[in-house]
């Protein structure tokens, strides 16, 4: 009899067998790839919505648009596809099966996370790589820290998704989550800064994940900001991760 798999052996097999799920499933790759791609390009051709405006008026329009493509991809894989994927394992018995296994429920997770951060690599190099060929030109000596902020904002996002995901219908997580993305995309600070709405729905919007996570990159890739420290914009992701991790892992439901 051959000797068992090590943990790690076993949570790495599990991150490939996910990864695969996510890229060779078409509503994922549209959701992934093809829509933040669509975004990019066509708001790169356009002038409209206006965009660089607030502290972001001496940006140009790619400066602006570059990192909340970014965002965007981040909120698709790790919120968008992971809820719409938990739900639907846990009505088919997915997770009920993989959680009996000696793979383990801390392992199927900590599988999926590796998973979802594979992905983003590739949206990033994708989008990033679109991006420079349209002319953005981010700054390099920021890439360091535009990368903590991806880890930290796909942390709080796939929290939420767990939160979502882990506790309603499928057929409730797949509607919500699509709605989620939109209005993050449309009012989320993602595309158009958060500096751009009025008053106070732009002062709390500045708070979400979302926002923090866009700006933050502006930041780091621009050397541009709002006023808001990064180290700052940091210390909220991690605790919106905290905020969204509590009562996900109390709720999640491994089977309908």
């Known amino acids: 009899m051959s000797a068992p798999a090590s ?3 076993r ?3 599990q991150a490939r067998f996910e990864t695969r799920i996510l890229v060779s ?6 959701v992934s790839i093809v829509l933040p791609l669509l975004a ?3 708001l790169a051709l356009t002038d409209v919505p206006e965009v660089s405006i607030g502290p972001w008026a001496g940006l140009g329009r790619l400066e602006v648009i570059g990192p909340g493509v970014l965002a ?7 919120f968008t596809g992971q809820a719409i994927l ?9 997770l009920r099966l993989l959680g009996t296994t000696p793979l383990g429920r801390e392992g199927l997770l900590l599988g999926k996370a590796t998973a979802v951060l594979v992905v983003i690599g590739l949206q990033v190099t994708v989008l990033g790589g679109t991006a420079i060929a349209l002319g953005w030109r981010p700054r390099l000596s920021g890439l360091p820290v535009a990368l903590v902020l991806v880890v930290l904002g796909a942390a709080s996002f796939v929290a939420l998704a767990v939160l979502l995901g882990g506790t309603l219908r499928a057929e409730a997580v797949l509607a919500l989550a699509n709605l989620i ?7 989320g600070g993602i595309v158009v800064p958060a500096a751009a709405l009025p008053g106070l729905a732009g002062d709390l919007v500045t708070w979400l994940p979302s926002a923090l996570l866009a700006d933050g990159l502006r930041t780091a890739l621009s050397g541009a900001g709002d006023g808001i420290p990064t180290a700052v914009r940091a210390l909220a992701l ?3 991760t905290l905020a969204l991790g509590w009562p996900a892992a109390r709720l999640l439901r491994w089977s309908d």
Do not use: D, F, I, M
């Open 25 to 30: 499933n078409g509503e994922q790759l549209l």
């Open 86 to 94: 938990l739900g639907y394992e846990r009505r088919y018995g997915v």
């Open 72 to 78: 965007l991809a981040v909120v698709s894989t790790a």
């Open 7 to 9: 943990p790690t052996q």
């Open 11 to 13: 949570v790495t097999a």
């Open 238 to 240: 991690a605790g919106w």
């Open 40 to 42: 990019l390009v066509g």
């Open 181 to 187: 993305w939109v209005l993050l995309l449309a009012l």
